[in-house]
T-cell receptor, first 113, second 114 residues
Framework: DQQVKQNSPSLSVQEGRISILNCDYT??????FLWYKKYPAEGPTFLIS?????DKNEDGRFTVFLNKSAKHLSLHIVPSQPGDSAVYFC????????????FGKGTLLTVNP | DSGVTQTPKHLITATGQRVTLRCSPR?????VYWYQQSLDQGLQFLIQ???????AKGNILERFSAQQFPDLHSELNLSSLELGDSALYFC?????????????FGSGTRLTVV
């Protein structure tokens, strides 16, 4: 049972435009969400996160939006740069003292010059 | 350098063999998580250790086992290897306290079973 779903395996955008990566979840006990970025031959690196009590968090070119009623979150990258080309993983943490993260399958973003 | 060290980076072995993957967590982190990334799959949680004790278990096969030692490094043992065990194995560490929820990942061990 996949509790965190990234339904788009890949996304291609032009440099300078907006990239929108989507993530859906099924477990209403998730209380914290994170996005990780992964380049080839490297481990995932933390990008941005959001608590379930918020609906938006912004960090430079990256903004994460959370719609709890729809159990949906999205990552916006504006403007997109070729260096943003990577696999992006959505992750979620259950509430309480459990710090385990559940990851989606990832979306490969390609930003074309 | 993320601070999480995984060795070896690459491993090629034959079916039926046993291998050990090693992970040294970031300084100060008490938790170690092991994840498997197969082709077209996301990061599948295998197991978590916190300060030497098993804390959570995911879809880890009985042929796989792990432990965390007093110095907090961890080893993932894979035995009776099958072709389908070929994957990237990531170790991550975290503080697991307060509101610090993010992991720091190592660069992974690529296991190829032939």
């Amino acid at each position: 049972d996949q509790q965190v779903k990234q339904n788009s395996p890949s996304l291609s955008v032009q440099e300078g435009r907006i990239s929108i990566l989507n993530c859906d979840y099924t477990n209403s006990m998730f209380d914290y969400f994170l996005w990780y970025k992964k380049y080839p031959a490297e481990g995932p690196t933390f990008l941005i996160s959001i608590s379930s009590i918020k609906d938006k968090n912004e960090d430079g070119r990256f903004t994460v939006f959370l719609n709890k009623s729809a159990k949906h979150l999205s990552l916006h990258i504006v403007p997109s740069q070729p260096g943003d080309s990577a696999v992006y993983f959505c992750a979620a943490k259950s509430g309480g003292s459990n710090y385990k993260l559940t990851f989606g399958k990832g979306t490969l973003l390609t930003v074309n010059p | 350098d993320s601070g999480v060290t995984q060795t070896p980076k690459h491993l090629i072995t034959a079916t039926g063999q046993r291998v050990t993957l090693r992970c040294s967590p970031r300084s100060g982190d008490l938790s170690v998580y092991w994840y498997q990334q197969s082709l077209d799959q996301g990061l599948q949680f295998l197991i978590q250790y916190y300060n030497g004790e098993e804390r959570a278990k995911g879809n880890i096969l009985e042929r796989f086992s792990a432990q965390q030692f007093p110095d907090l490094h961890s080893e993932l043992n894979l035995s009776s290897l099958e072709l389908g065990d070929s994957a990237l194995y990531f170790c991550a560490s975290s503080v697991d306290s307060g509101t610090s929820y993010g992991y720091t990942f190592g660069s992974g061990t690529r296991l190829t079973v032939v």
